[in-house]
């Protein structure tokens, strides 16, 4: 956001939990962008663009290995919207051969923004030039998530983050890759070059299983084969939810490419069964 009300909010509500933003790595404007993807892209982001990349340069100048960029933005307001494209751009000029990941948040069908259309066409036109995978976090399957999966009667913003952050954690977070040895990865070079190999395809998106409230997670007796068979299921039919599927699709939907990360105890045990040797 540029509003500095808002900034400073985030700021001070932060400084209460594990948390905390380095109020040297922030930059806000004088204002919003009214739900204008033109004016977070023409005003905001020539203003902020100069700032946003010194501040990822000193960044990058204290990690030891640098992987790339992770972009999180919403599409439905002007400043998510215009001025994110705009800092994608603006990195990708910078930093022409590191990889950028954008996060983009879908609206709900039913938002309040009433531009909001708009506002996703002309972020995703300019998104998918500069960007190497784009990952679509879309409001209303999390909202069915949390509403038939988490039995959360009402979500509200905080539901959604959490479930969505879920998600791109199980993808995000360090991993190692399976193969002849085990080896560990650079996560977003690993998904580029084996979920967006062909720079036509980089829309990406995220299914987990099992689908279930935190508390209820260890009386879960799920097995690797299950949850796997309801993954594959899931892909068949591209449902965003771990139940009411069709089990009598067998077509498979085309995609280029997928990639299934695995977290948990006997890992192998579930690299078995993928392989056909469980």
């Known amino acids: 956001d540029m509003e500095p009300k808002v900034v400073e909010s985030c700021m001070r509500s932060r400084k209460r939990q594990r948390w905390k933003y380095d109020t040297c790595n922030t930059v806000c404007g004088e204002g919003g962008s009214g739900n204008n993807w033109a004016s977070g892209y023409m005003k905001h982001g020539p203003r902020a663009a100069a700032n946003v990349i010194e501040l990822v340069r000193k960044e990058i100048e204290t990690t030891e290995a640098f992987g790339g960029f992770a972009i999180f933005h919403s599409v439905a307001g002007g400043t998510g919207s215009g001025l994110g494209s705009f800092i994608t751009e603006a990195l990708r000029d910078t930093h022409g051969r590191k990889n950028i990941f954008n996060m983009v948040v879908w609206p709900h069908s039913s938002g309040e923004v009433v531009v909001q259309s708009y506002n996703s066409v002309l972020t995703l036109s300019h998104v998918l030039e500069d960007s190497d995978a784009v990952i679509c976090l879309n409001n209303d399957d999390y909202s069915s998530i949390c509403k038939r999966m988490l039995h959360i009667k009402k979500p509200d913003i905080h539901d959604l983050n959490r479930a969505m952050a879920k998600d791109l954690a199980n993808v995000l977070l360090p991993a190692h890759v399976c193969g002849s040895k085990w080896q560990k990865r650079n996560v977003l070079n690993s998904i580029c070059s084996h979920v ?79 392989s056909g040797r469980g």
């Open 196 to 274: 967006c190999s062909h720079p036509s395809f980089k829309l990406l998106q995220t299914k987990s299983v099992p689908q279930m409230p935190l508390e209820m997670v260890k009386y879960s007796s799920h097995g690797w084969r299950s949850i796997l068979k309801h993954l594959h299921q899931m892909h068949r039919t591209t449902s965003i939810l771990d139940e009411t599927m069709d089990w009598s699709t067998t077509s498979i939907p085309r995609s280029v490419a997928n990639s299934i990360t695995l977290r948990g105890s006997n890992v192998k045990d579930a690299v078995d069964i993928i």
